[in-house]
Nanobody
């Protein structure tokens, strides 16, 4: 069993920054991929960014490239999402997730409970 717990959401003005954290417990194998999704009100959940537990491969949605950075701390079993130059359209509930090995994360098997990010204009 794997548990994912997000933290770090909040309210920020446009142009500001936030860092989200996802603490993972349970079985976290090096071949897995960790990442972030988001869901805005009335919209479908969408992929944001991903990273492998081992190696340096990352993958980003076009909408966040150059503004968001995903990273990990294997010793703490934690994945981070540094969000800079935030825009009102980044407002959403952000979810941490795990996938089997594809950086595009087509079929996550574990999800966190989500953390709200609100960007005011």
């Amino acid at each position: 069993q794997v548990q994912l717990v997000e933290s770090g959401g909040g309210l920020v003005q446009a142009g500001g920054s936030l860092r989200l954290s996802c603490a993972a417990s349970g079985r976290t194998f090096s071949s897995y991929v960790m990442g972030w999704f988001r869901q805005a009100p009335g919209k479908e959940r969408e992929f944001v960014a991903s990273i492998r537990w081992s190696g340096f491969s990352t993958y980003y949605a076009d909408s966040v490239k150059g503004r968001f950075t995903i990273s990990r701390d294997n010793a703490k079993n934690t994945v981070y999402l540094q969000m800079n130059s935030l825009k009102p359209e980044d407002t959403a509930v952000y979810y941490c997730a795990r996938d089997q090995g594809d950086l595009r994360m087509p079929t996550p098997d574990y999800w966190g409970q989500g953390t709200q990010v609100t960007v005011s204009s």
